[in-house]
């Protein structure tokens, strides 16, 4: 068995969690922030068996997806504060996935 952490954007987590029920995963889904952008992310804690990961895998991938978002300069470096003012693009989302060994696996 592994543990697959995922860490996605607020905007896809609820779609990912309704596929992940659908498709028979069970997950543990934790509010979390990202510290480049402080912005809301979920992670997701899911138990699959070794033959099931890169079903779970391409489910994420399927479902979590970049975009493209504006920032402001000072938001990324506050000592460019009064050099740079316009607006950047930055690219966020997608998904960033841990697969961790279970050595024991125990429901109650």
């Known amino acids: 068995m592994k543990l697959i952490v995922a860490i996605v954007q607020d905007k896809d987590s609820q779609q990912l969690q ?13 509010p979390s922030t990202g510290g480049f952008l402080k912005a809301g992310n979920c992670t997701f804690l899911i138990g699959v068996e070794e033959e099931k990961i890169d079903d779970a895998l391409t489910l994420i991938k399927k479902t979590c997806h970049t975009r493209s978002q504006y920032v402001t300069p000072t938001f990324l470096m506050p000592e460019a504060a009064s050099s740079m003012t ?8 997608g998904a960033t996935c841990f697969i961790l060994p279970v050595d024991k696996f125990v429901r109650f």
């Open 18 to 30: 309704t596929h992940l029920v659908k498709d028979g995963f069970r997950a543990t889904k934790l």
């Open 86 to 93: 316009d607006p950047v693009e930055v690219q966020v989302g």
